[in-house]
């Protein structure tokens, strides 16, 4: 079985201020570990994915994350927070491979103040 | 084409009344997924495709919801007498690698 916490369900940043927002994984497998956004009524956007190469992953935007295998985490950063940056963050599980079903954490939300 | 396109962007129903969703993949992908998001953050996995043949349903309810992949036409999901607990936004993902590529979802209202 596998599952994902997301341990903030809202964040608040200034622009211009890092950003940290926090997930934990459980699986019984090497996972594949996803960061996806979703903006107010769009779809889902892939920002970033974790599958076994090197533990710092850098995504779009500017954003990155890193495994950590024995913290059992993959939290997601950005050194200066945008105003477009405001939307809802998903940390996302998979069993590695093509056709494996997304497990979804329940997700945070990233509000940027000016 | 290059983004998975799903129809429609909103769909309202009666109670009882019937629901069909259209998902077109990413033009070379194999598979598609459909997902459910309710309460704006729960996903629930509903059932994937490879081509044609189902590969995954075990998300699938057994009453009332049913999906298809036919060649040279969109994937489909339906619901069958909805009910009020149906209303969510209906996402259809398409991938040929480990990455899933998102539409940006259908919102179904059942009133």
Redesign the interface.
């Known amino acids: 079985a596998q599952s994902v916490t997301q341990l903030d369900s809202h964040v608040s940043v200034s622009e211009g201020t890092p950003v940290l927002l926090r997930c934990n994984y459980s699986s019984s497998y090497s996972p594949?570990l996803?960061w996806?956004v979703q903006h107010p009524n769009?779809?889902?956007?892939?920002l970033l994915?974790y599958?076994s190469a090197a533990t710092l992953v850098k995504g779009i935007n500017g954003f990155e994350a890193e495994f950590k295998k024995s913290e059992t985490s993959f939290h997601l950063t950005k050194p200066s927070a945008h105003m477009s940056d405001a939307a809802?963050y998903?940390c996302v599980v998979?069993f590695?491979?093509?056709?494996?079903?997304?497990?979804?954490g329940?997700?945070t939300r990233l509000q940027v103040t000016l | 084409g290059e983004e998975v396109a799903q129809t429609p962007k909103h769909l309202v129903r009666g109670e009882g009344q019937k629901a069909k969703l259209y998902c077109a993949p990413i033009k070379g992908h194999s598979y598609v997924f459909w997902y459910q998001q309710v309460l704006k953050n729960e996903f629930k996995f509903l059932i994937s495709f490879q081509n044609e043949n189902v590969f995954d349903e075990t998300g699938m309810p057994k009453e009332r919801f049913s999906a298809k992949c036919l060649p040279n036409s969109p994937c489909s999901l339906e619901i069958q007498a909805t009910k009020l607990e149906d209303s969510a936004v209906y996402f259809c993902a398409s991938s040929q690698s480990d990455i899933q590529y998102f539409g940006a979802g259908t919102r179904l209202s059942v009133l």
Not at chain 1, 42 to 46: A, E, N, P, Y
Not at chain 1, 96 to 104: D, E, N
């Open positions: 594949s996803f996806y769009k779809g889902l956007q892939l994915k599958t809802e998903f998979s590695t491979g093509t056709a494996s079903k997304l497990t979804f329940t997700g």
